[in-house]
């Protein structure tokens, strides 16, 4: 668990510019009032592909925002995940 509601897997240190550090999760997942929020914390940048064949969603800097899992294609989820 990171914090109260949000859960995540693996672990990376960063850095800003002004010097403040710490540690996040590389994916992970909160469930939220109207959407379930899965980040992927590297962006999406890379993911074109992938995103294409998702289905229904929208994004953040590094968030997915889906309403209901059936929204998605599961499949490209676990791939976008692994990736």
Known sequence: ???QSMVGFGSYQ???ASGREGDWFLVGFAPRK???SIYIMPGFAAYDDFLQKLGKYKTGKSCLYVRRL???DIA???QLIET
């Open 34 to 36: 109207r959407e379930l």
């Open 14 to 16: 960063y850095r800003y």
């Open 1 to 3: 668990m990171w914090g």
């Open 70 to 72: 059936a929204d998605i």
């Open 76 to 78: 490209v989820l676990q």
